[in-house]
């Protein structure tokens, strides 16, 4: 099968993560061959791609909509030849829809990787007009796959039978081995971390991820934990703001707003607990980073966390907006015998696997397709 992604920009987040890790993990068996075309934007991952097997296309859109760019993308559909188009996230999912069917192309794919009421309007309503042109529909999560379902019954009768949820997957043996062989000294020297407890935030820098509840707990948490440090990792425009409260809330030296961490494991490895504020998130694969590192997590309850992490068990939830409910879990996490690590270890290696995420996805091609699955396949939720 001669498969194509279609996806924003390849920048080292999320969506493009998995996409990458599902050209890692597909058996050669399979016979897929993968296309990664992106529209704009950061092309970080594009050698990680090709060294992976994967074609990638640059359309190179210098805005949204760019009318050439969409002119290329046009004649590129009518020009290749691909069994199935399988676009991510909504503005690749419109276009790609559009110009997938006016190529020709009988299999189309969307994974929504967020919840419709995170998307601007305008965007939340082409993506919901260019919906029917979907074979199937994929949510990373039950959450996810309820409230655009829910939004399909309100607005578009029928719909929901083109739904199904895939979850995200990582491999955690793989993953937790690069982590226990990272080298950390570099990190400590030059972050100038003490031997006290580090506390890790992986993640963009906007407001969806709410680092600025994460610094306003850590106050909080250093009154009962002295010697306490926050690593928060990531990249985007609120970089300058979150370095800002830092300052404001005395927190220098103890809370580190580190920019990118590429390679991200030794962050992993020299860290106690993991914590994610998000007000959203749809599902959450540095959770499954944070399990595969042993790590205990603590994470707000919204959208499709629940669903990776289990309270009481791998780690602790709280609501959104709360510093002190938030700083009060990390204590708990950093001081309890409860084994979250280890039990977060065998729920990622087991309910989360990265390759029942790919047969799964390749299952479904070949459904579409008309190809008779194996056996051995694993079934979608």
Known sequence: MNVCFLINQLAPGGAPTLLLDIVR??????????TVCFIEGDDTLVPAFETAGARVVDFGAEFKFDPRALARMARFF???EFDVLHAHLPYSQTVGRVLGRLGGLDAVVSTQHSAPNNYHPVTRFLERLTRPLDSRTVAVSKA???LFTGAARAYEPGQTRQWCTIYNGLDTAAFGATVRAAETDPLRRKWDLGDGPILLNVGRYFAGKSQHTLIEAMPHVVDTVPDAQLLIVGWGELEDDLRDAVRKHGL?????????GSPIHPYYRLSDAFVLSSVRESF???LLEAMAAKLPVVATDVQGIPEVVDHGRTGLLVPPNDPKRLAEAVVEALRTDEPFGENGYERAATEFDIRTTTTSYIELYRELCGITPE???VRRD
């Open 284 to 286: 959450g694969i540095v």
């Open 375 to 377: 056996p051995s396949e």
């Open 25 to 34: 993990h597909t058996d050669s068996a399979a016979d897929v061959e993968y």
């Open 252 to 260: 220098d030296g103890t809370v580190h707003v580190t920019g990118r």
């Open 144 to 146: 996810v796959e309820r």
């Open 78 to 80: 009518r020009r290749e």
